[in-house]
């Protein structure tokens, strides 16, 4: 036997278009991120004493400098299409170095597990710590992380690598 509760209301969806039915947060439709300005707002809470230099080119790529810690972070958009990249780097050391194959040694050995989405490489001459990714499907999240990352990664080794290698 089934009762009905004269306090509760229903309401037949028959009527209701599915806008109606399904709230906007729930919807399927993607939404747009403003990679610009999310970048901006990492940034902004990361940077040092809130000094950031801003570049833009010609193709809509748009690029970042500040620091953080003792290091100076770079970060570059190249446009906002899914096959665009964002990239994050920084400089910790600078080459030659001494006794380069134990520096070598050491930084493929923490690149194994200790760089997360980052990675140590070389470029004009430099050791840097830098991630990359795609646009397509990137995350706020992901942003905040791919910078804050890079930049406490470097943070963290420049001033050993600096003393062992420099």
């Known amino acids: 036997m089934t009762t009905i509760d004269p306090n509760v209301q229903t309401v037949s969806t028959e009527s209701l278009s599915s806008s109606e ?3 906007n947060e729930l919807s399927s439709e993607p939404t747009t991120i ?7 707002t990492v940034i902004g809470s990361m ?5 950031v230099m801003v570049g833009q080119n010609e193709t809509g790529g748009h690029r970042w400098q500040f620091n953080y ?6 970060v570059q958009l190249t446009g906002e299409t899914e096959e665009d990249s ?5 400089a910790v050391l600078p080459l030659p170095a ?5 520096l070598m040694r050491k930084l493929l050995e923490i690149n194994w597990l200790s760089t997360y989405e980052s990675h140590f490489a070389i470029v004009d001459s430099q050791i840097v710590v830098v991630s990359t990714r795609t646009l397509a499907e990137l995350s706020p999240g992901e942003i905040s992380r791919a910078i804050t990352v890079v930049a406490t990664i470097a943070d963290n080794y420049n001033d050993a690598l600096q003393a062992e290698f420099g």
Do not use: C, M
């Open 34 to 40: 403003r990679y610009v300005e999310e970048i901006e």
């Open 47 to 51: 940077a040092v004493d809130q000094k």
């Open 21 to 23: 039915t399904i709230p």
């Open 98 to 102: 001494k006794n380069e194959p134990q």
């Open 69 to 74: 810690g003792s290091i100076e972070v770079f």
């Open 86 to 90: 964002l990239t994050v780097w920084t």
